[in-house]
């Protein structure tokens, strides 16, 4: 199985050899990163096997999306060619999967790319202007290149095809939600492996399960997910929405964007100042990355605290804001960049919702080892920190494409 997850500014690529659904998650036996983020007529490619790495820097004077295909090819003839080889033929590939941003509602699960899968993908471009072109990209570079491999597309939005009614409506004129303004919520692809994750390690039938996952990467989002259906999450229309992150404001007064139109911003400063100059990076000016501003918060510098604090009491406010659709809450999940790695806001965070039967076992929430409970013995919630497995997940979902 081959996984794609293309970005409009990198393409990271994954080779999974399986016989059948294995116990535990493999590691891909190849896998490789393209960069043009720096450059966007540079591009910088890194692959690397159990045993062996490789690196090049590729280049095309029209820049990505002209020299897409042929950066692709130069990427793939690493897979059956030189130290990195790990097959004799790119037909030695069985399925394509590719992370797909927005599905919109038409998308509940994984399908197999047609025509009428790559139009949905190109008319919700719309919605998800950085994510599906690049992703469409992906899907027909790969058809170009290897038309006989069937391509399976995994939809970020699909895991929140199901949201009620209610959590998907926004107080607007009907017409509007109409017209497709509604929550979709994203990083479905995460939320769905870790909630389902977190059912055998807590040693409870999913069904019976209510449960907050928090998946706090550069982007940010949680999701309230009851007995395996997710029935809120904070992203909504785009995934600049909800909690705080790296650099998107999440959730601000829609009041403020009318105020700076009125004040002369042009649509493209909005959008810049949404999705790339807010968030951690916008309060802290110094950076959208949490270890940054960690070790700023370490050399005294107030702005970096202030951004510390606010990303943390965001965290809260989402987290309780979830609670009323799940009436009530057994297990809160931690997962991604910050989640996985960043014990002070796991800890800073469960400090704030002692009142909710929250209690961490500081010891455990210190330790970095595998996916585990960092409750106390006596927390009424307990609170896991699972590693989120994205490009397994569409491999897996290949996986049961190809079976039925
Ligand atoms: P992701 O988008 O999932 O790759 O997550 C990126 C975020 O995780 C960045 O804010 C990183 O600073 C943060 N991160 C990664 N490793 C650590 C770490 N060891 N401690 C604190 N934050 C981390």
């Known amino acids: 199985m081959l996984v794609l997850n293309a970005g409009s500014s990198s393409l990271k690529v994954c080779l999974y050899q399986l016989e059948a659904e294995p116990d535990t ?3 891909p036996c190849w896998h490789a990163l393209l960069d043009w983020g720096e450059d966007p007529t540079t591009a910088k490619l890194k692959v690397k096997t159990s045993h062996q790495q490789y690196q090049s820097i590729l280049t095309h004077p029209q820049g990505a999306i002209t020299g897409l295909p042929a950066w692709i090819k130069a990427l793939l003839a690493t897979l059956t060619e030189g ?4 097959v004799q033929t790119l037909d030695d590939i069985c399925m394509i999967g590719h992370r797909v941003v927005h599905g919109g509602l038409r998308y509940q699960a994984p399908v197999q790319v047609d025509a009428a899968v790559k ?3 190109a008319e ?6 950085l994510h599906n072109p690049a992703n469409l990209a992906g899907i027909e570079v790969m058809e170009q290149l290897c038309p006989q491999i069937p391509q399976v597309a995994v939809f970020d939005t699909a895991f929140h095809a199901h949201l009620p009614r209610v959590a998907r409506t926004y107080p607007i004129p009907q017409e509007l939600s109409a017209a497709g303004i509604q929550r979709y ?3 479905g692809i995460s939320h769905q492996y870790v909630s389902e994750r977190a059912a055998p390690l807590l040693e409870l039938p999913p069904t019976a399960l209510r449960l907050i996952t928090c998946h706090l990467g550069n982007g940010c989002s949680l999701a309230a997910v009851k007995g395996g259906q997710c029935v809120e999450t904070t992203m909504g229309f785009t ?4 909690v705080m992150m790296g650099t998107r404001c999440g959730d601000i007064d829609p009041g403020i964007l009318l105020y700076l139109l009125r004040r002369g911003y042009s649509v493209d400063q909005l959008d810049q100042l949404v999705n790339r100059q807010s968030g951690l990076l916008g309060v802290s000016g110094i950076s959208n990355d949490l270890r940054q501003i960690l070790a700023a918060i370490d050399q005294g510098v107030a702005a970096a605290q202030l951004a510390y604090d606010c990303f943390i009491y965001s965290l809260q406010r989402g987290i309780a804001s979830l609670i ?4 009530g809450v057994d297990a809160l999940v931690f997962t991604a960049g910050i989640g996985e790695n960043a014990p002070s806001v796991r800890a800073d965070v469960c400090h704030g919702l002692g009142w ?3 209690h961490l076992n500081p010891v455990a929430n210190e330790q970095h080892h595998g996916d585990r409970d960092i409750a106390s013995a006596t927390s009424r919630v307990r609170v896991l920190v699972l590693q989120t497995q994205e490009d397994w997940a569409i491999a897996r979902a290949c996986l049961k494409v190809l079976a039925a």
């Open 356 to 358: 909710l039967g929250v």
């Open 185 to 187: 919520g994203f990083h």
């Open 239 to 242: 995934p600049a929405a909800g």
């Open 324 to 327: 009323p659709p799940l009436g």
């Open 119 to 121: 139009a949905a993908i």
């Open 124 to 129: 919700f471009s719309e919605y998800a202007p």
């Open 83 to 86: 130290q990195t080889a790990v």
């Open 25 to 27: 998650v493999p590691p």
